[in-house]
């Protein structure tokens, strides 16, 4: 889900993990328990509104750095992690231009919270939501002959994603203790 698009907005990603801290065991740790590069895409359907109708489409790549976790099983665990994305937002209009719009950058940063298990070794599901505050609010405005130009849509100050998955562990370590 986009959090910089005027409606939800559907999309896909893909990651790679570095894991720092143990892996085994229950309890809580503290630090730098892992690392995720993340890619991201995501594509609105058609947003309309009185004067017009149009797309938008976000994509970025991220930083996620995990500084606590709470192992509740040996395969379960949360991690509260901060993310920071760099990327584009594009805004196109269907039958209308939105001038002003090409494709423009977009940063943010934010708090997130996963949920992670790892039901048969190396499979796991991934669960994740977060607060999203872009660091660059974008304009996408209607620019029609007969008009004056018009404000079709603005980035809000403050947004949120979520997304869930399936995941491989590729390589694992010897002291890992999952089954």
């Known amino acids: ?6 409606s939800v907005a559907f999309g896909g990603a893909a990651f790679a993990e570095l894991e720092l801290g143990p892996n085994a065991g229950t309890g809580m740790s503290l630090g730098l328990p892992t690392l995720r590069l993340t890619a991201r895409y995501a594509r609105t359907a058609t947003v309309h509104r009185a004067e017009a109708a149009a797309q938008f489409d976000w994509g970025a790549l991220g930083l996620e750095a995990c500084f606590a976790r709470v192992r509740l099983a040996p395969r379960v665990d ?3 992690c ?3 994305d760099a990327g584009f937002l594009r805004g196109q209009g269907d039958e209308l231009a939105l001038t002003r719009t090409p494709v423009r950058p977009w940063f943010s940063a934010g708090p997130l919270l996963r949920f992670q298990w790892f039901f048969r070794r190396p499979w796991f599901f991934d669960a994740e939501a977060e607060l999203v505050v872009p660091l660059r609010r974008e304009t ?3 620019d029609q002959p007969s ?3 018009t404000i079709f849509y603005e980035v809000a100050p403050l947004g ?3 997304g869930i998955g399936l995941g491989f562990e590729l390589g694992d370590r010897d ?3 999952r089954p």
Not at 1 to 6: C, N
Request: glycine share 12%.
């Open 78 to 80: 949360w991690q509260a």
């Open 147 to 149: 008009t004056a130009p």
């Open 82 to 84: 901060g993310a920071f």
């Open 1 to 6: 889900m986009s959090p910089a698009s005027p």
């Open 160 to 162: 949120g994603g979520a």
């Open 175 to 177: 002291s890992d203790l």
């Open 140 to 142: 996408f405005v209607l």
